[in-house]
């Protein structure tokens, strides 16, 4: 008895084992900027983690490639009801990328998402072929990748009417089975189609998910500032794939520069999802992620260009607020009541629809108001305090630079000071008060708040007082966001 249940003991555990691999038949992981989790990613050739965390695949040296794998396979194949139907399981990913061209005017060549029998890509070259192939394996079936490809570069073996900026899908070769040019459905219009450019600098968004049991892969992609699209971009039946996927195969990115044209390829963060069933890898959200540093070129005209680029980058950390010049012109009433004016331009009173006022800053059209707009709005939109004044939001139309925020009914303190000339004690109690206002403001800016943040121009005209006299510090113009050590 006891050598027929030690022999069913022994039959039992070799067919359990068996039927089990040595990958986890789950695999979930969210990364929000990479910091936390260099051990967990795989780097080869150009591509490494920032110090802020941010995951850069290239930086702007030509003929180079780059990958980033996440460390462990992942079980994609089903084979245990059936080992003659071979099923891919469901699975999710979802990331933010910025591409940012060395050369405003020529960027190039692209990344890839990509499933691959190892975790990294011996022999891949750059240019065309992304970091992914080489030109001797590029279409062979034994390859086993599978990639999503953002390419910025009209190959030399397109067609003619292909455009550099597009999506395709790659099934062991870089000529893509299926591509698409990048556009975005409009939430909220049903005939609106929106282009995305892939290398405007700006992060964008991308959701994969395929669904096993139907074999729909759906892909969409969109810049942050919007909500999510009405409809992906690609939703395709994708056969091919169970001929690509092996047992265990590695997830990533790669990338390429090429020999004259070159970009910066990030990923800000990746969230990935696989149990069989399923397909929600976790949403990220743009303020939770680390964005390019600033300041990456040499000469005079890169660090302009690298900056338009950064401009448009930290826009978008506020999200969800655009306001069209169009609009601005409306809710000022074209502009009728002035309440300020400077060197950087004029500020207006405004109602929105909602009934809010709001004091409405015109920068002048300049070259240096066009970096102040870009602190300012910067810095307001990562403070949330009392004696800060608050970023209702903010235009940004071709040559307009226009900030939008509260309207504080008192004025400034240099007109409150100089309107005033009581000496009484309750005068002197009131600008103690908002003395220690300015002074909590300040140690908000510099320790609580998520970005250190210098002001650099604190004087009386630039605090304004609300109706109960409550001040708030405002106009960021020089201000400077610092990292946090
Ligand atoms: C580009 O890089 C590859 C691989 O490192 C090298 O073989 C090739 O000569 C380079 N091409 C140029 C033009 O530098
Ligand atoms: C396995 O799949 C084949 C078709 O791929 C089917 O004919 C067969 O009945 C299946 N067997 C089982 C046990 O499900
Ligand atoms: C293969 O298996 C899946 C479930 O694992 C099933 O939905 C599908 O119909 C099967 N296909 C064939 C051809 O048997
Ligand atoms: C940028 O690219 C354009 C177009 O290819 C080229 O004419 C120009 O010389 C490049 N500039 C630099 C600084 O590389
Ligand atoms: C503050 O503003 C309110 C509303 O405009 C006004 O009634 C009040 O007199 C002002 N107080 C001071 C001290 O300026
Ligand atoms: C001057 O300050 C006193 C004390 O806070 C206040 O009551 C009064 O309204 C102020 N006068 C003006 C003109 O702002």
Redesign the pocket.
Known sequence: MVTLLFVLFQFWTVSVRAQSTSTETTTEFVFRGFKEHKSEIRLDGAATIEPNGILRLTDQKLNVTGTAFYHKPVRLLDTQ??S??VTVRSFSASFFFVIIPSNSSNGGFGFTFTLSPTPNRPGAESEQYLGLLNRWNDGNIKNHVFAVEFDTVQGFRDGADRTGNHIGLNFNSLASNFQEPVVYYDFNDRDRKEDVHLQSGEPIQAILEYDGPTQMLHLTIYPNAVFAPRKPLISKKVPHLSEIVQEEMYVGFTAATGIYQSSFHYVLGWSFFTDGDHFAAARLHISDLPLPQLNKGSSDNQESSDKDQALATKLLIVVGLIYRYAEVKRFTKSFACVVGRGGFGTVYKGNLPDGRKVAVKVLKDSKSNGEDFINEVASMSQTSHVNIVNLVGFCYEGSKRVIVYEFLENGSLDQFISTNTSSSAEWRRRLYEIALGVARGLEYLHYGCKTRIVHFDIKPQNVLLDDNLCPKVSDFGLAKLCEKK
Do not use: C, M
């Open positions: 009801r059936n003659t139907n």
